[in-house]
Structure formats: C-alpha cells, structure tokens
C-alpha cells in the first residue's frame, strides 16, 4: 500500500472498531480499517442495552442479527451474599419506561460476522495486517503493519485493545487496578424457560449472572476469586452444571453445559484522556471494567458514535485539535460516570465493612420503593443523557 492520505483510519478488529468505521463512513470521508480478518472463536455473548440498539440499527446490521438475539425485557438483581445487612431483590421491567425490552442479548460471532459482511458491502478498504507501529506527526498518523504495509490518515481511531499500541503512541497515559476476582463465562441449556429475564445474583466473590439467549438457552458469568474460577472451570459438565443450578437456585431447571469454558481475569483501566496527537481512543483503548451490568461493551459503541460524531463535524480535517477536543469532552463524563459506578458497585459486593453493606441495600431499597428514581435510574442505564 501506498502512503496515500486518507481522512480516517481505524485500527481494531472488535465490535466497538467495526461500528466506528461503519459509522464514520457514513459521513463521506476516505477510511482504512487496519484489523485482521478471522472467524471469531468466541463464545461469549454480549448485551446490547437501549443506545447500542440503536447505533447497531445505524450500521445496517440489526436486521441480520435480531433472529440470533434474545430481548431482555426483565433486569433482577438478588442479594445471596450471606451478610447481616442485605439489599432487597430488585426486577427492572423494560414496560416500566415504555420499552418492549432493555435490550437484546446477541452471540458475540454473530454481532462480529455481521459487522464484517457490512464493511465488505458499503466499500471500506480494509488492510488484514496486525498493526506493529504507529507513527503520529503534525498533519497525520502513520500505521505500519507486520507485513510493511504503511497507511496513513489524518485521524486513527484506535481500537486495538486495552494493550493499545495506539494509545501508547499518542502518549496517553492509563490508571490500573486489578480486582481479586476472575470471571468464568459458559453457555448452558435448561429446562425450564428464562422468561426474558436476565437475574445477577451479588455474592460476596461478585455477580453470578444468566442472562437469556434464544429459545432455552443462556449464559453465564461467574465472578469468583481466580482459584475458585480455575476450579470450577475443570469439574466435568455434570458437576458444573450441578453447581450452576445452586448458585441459580434453579430458577431456569435442569442445567447442561454447552461448548467451551473461558476464565478471565478482571482488572480496570481507565485513560487519564481519550484524545491526543490525532489519535482517539475508543473500546477497551479507552476503559476496561468488570463485567456488571452489562456496561463495557455498551460503552465502547457509544464512543464508536461519538468518533463518528467528531469525523462528521470536522470532515475537512477530522484530527484537528478541535476535533480530537470535542471527542475528548463527549467522552469524559460518559467513561467516568460509568467507570467509577460500575467500579464502586463491585467493590461494596467485597468488602465486610458495615456502612458500606448498609448504604448499598439502602439504595437499592429507594430505587424499587420510589417509582421516579427507578425510572430514572432505567433511562440512564439504556442511553445516558451527560
């Protein structure tokens, strides 16, 4: 490849990459996707809340994965911690703000293989390589990959990952900590329906979460301490589905294991600012956290159209020091609100200190009893209004 200048470039073969060059397309610019193109082995599914509905129906693709999606129309949340002070259980109803569902739950190969068929079909150049450097200067951003070739764009969209080279390259510096916890993610069938209902049950190791996939379906995400997850992960099927069906207390029946298990180790990462040296970071570029709530990917998609906000705005030099500053102040109050919310809720599931047990049941208690803050509470969760 030649060095020609093109407006956009995007690096990162994820969801939260492919839905920013799909959308930054839109605006008319020029734009290379530098991101290797393999079937996706991953069997975890990801949840799309409210805004990710939309931004995805933005792309095109949502025709092609709603059939593969199951609707979570019902959010609850059980206290199985064994403490002196517990919250109250709490079910969120999509009805409850005027929604058929919160969201859908959709397989993480069928979101990534819909995304690829799209790229191929509105045009966007696509260089397979492995980005190995990342070069920025006044007026452009050079990537070269493993195999010499050279692209260079007047923006970069980085999406390669909370390792990011990119990121590294425009000099933005990360805040880390990790947790005591891993987390062992396994697709199972049952025998009794989910009723759209995704349930976290908050233990004093973290959530354990089913959450609905078609027909009689699901997935699970167990959060223990990284030994009890290495455990778990090698009891035979019938013994893991038998401690699945504990920790559930059976609310969806009979359990059995389905495909592979994968453990992951949680940590947190947020960068100090997500913007510099025509460079802006989106995805796990910009923020890891611990898979509560269904936060993190919902969170990189929304940088993906807030990246594709900034080409919009500023088509004649998408990597200005004004646009990569309106990109910086969509984001900042997004990723920390979330961060920190997400981070602090994890926190209270793990420590033995009174108050804190207390204040996090109380709050529970108020966003069930009182109608207006549920609501609010829903409608921030699903597009947050900062």
């Known amino acids: 490849m030649t060095d020609d200048l093109s407006d956009v470039a995007v690096v990162g073969g994820g969801p939260a990459g492919l839905v920013a060059a799909l959308l930054a397309r839109s ?7 530098v991101a290797p193109k393999t079937p996706p082995r991953d069997e975890r599914t990801v949840a799309m809340l409210g805004a990710s509905v939309d931004i995805l ?5 949502w025709p092609a994965v709603e059939s593969k999606a199951a609707p979570l129309r019902t959010m609850r949340i059980v206290d199985a911690t064994r403490r002196l002070i517990r919250a109250p259980l709490v079910e969120f109803h999509a009805y409850e703000v005027e929604r058929e569902a919160f969201g859908y ?3 993480n190969a069928v979101l990534i293989a819909a995304l690829d068929e799209a790229i191929d079909q509105v045009g966007i150049e696509r260089v397979t390589g492995f980005a190995s450097e990342i070069q920025p200067e006044d007026d452009a951003v050079t990537v070269v990959t493993a195999d010499g070739a050279r692209i260079r764009s007047k923006l970069l969209g980085a999406a390669d990952g909370r390792r990011s080279k990119a990121r590294d390259a425009a000099g933005l510096t990360v805040r880390s900590w990790s947790y005591p916890q891993a987390a062992l993610v396994v697709n199972i069938a049952h025998s009794r ?5 995704s349930t976290e049950f908050h233990t004093e190791t973290g959530p354990f979460t ?12 167990c959060v223990e301490s990284p030994t009890e997850a290495e455990r778990l992960s090698k009891l035979d099927d019938e013994a893991l589905a038998a401690e699945f069906e504990r920790r559930s207390r059976s609310i969806v029946g009979k359990i059995t294991i389905v495909g592979s298990r994968q453990v992951f180790p949680l940590s947190g990462q947020t960068a100090r600012h997500f913007a510099a040296r025509r460079i802006a970071l989106i995805g796990e570029a910009a923020h890891v956290f611990p898979p509560i709530g269904a936060q993190g990917l919902n969170l990189g998609l929304r940088d993906a159209a807030a990246f594709a906000a900034a080409v919009g705005d500023h088509r004649d030099d998408p990597g200005s020091a004004d646009a990569l500053a309106a990109y910086d102040k969509a984001r900042t109050g997004d990723i920390l609100s979330r961060t920190t919310a997400v981070d602090a809720l994890n926190r209270t599931l793990l420590t033995d200190f ?3 047990q207390a ?8 966003i069930d009893r009182l109608p207006k803050l549920k609501r609010l509470v829903m409608r921030q969760g699903l597009t947050p209004h900062l």
Not at 193 to 197: G, M, Q
Not at 211 to 221: E, T, W
Not at 359 to 366: E, F, K, P, V
Request: no cysteine; aromatic share 2%.
């Open 27 to 33: 605006h008319g610019v020029s734009l290379t996707l």
């Open 57 to 61: 129906k933005q792309t095109g693709i």
């Open 105 to 107: 739950n959709i397989p």
């Open 193 to 197: 329906p989910h009723d759209d209902v």
């Open 210 to 221: 089913i959450v609905p996939m078609p027909g009689l379906h699901s997935a699970i995400v």
């Open 354 to 356: 009174l108050p804190v």
């Open 359 to 366: 204040m996090r049941g109380i709050g529970l208690y108020a």
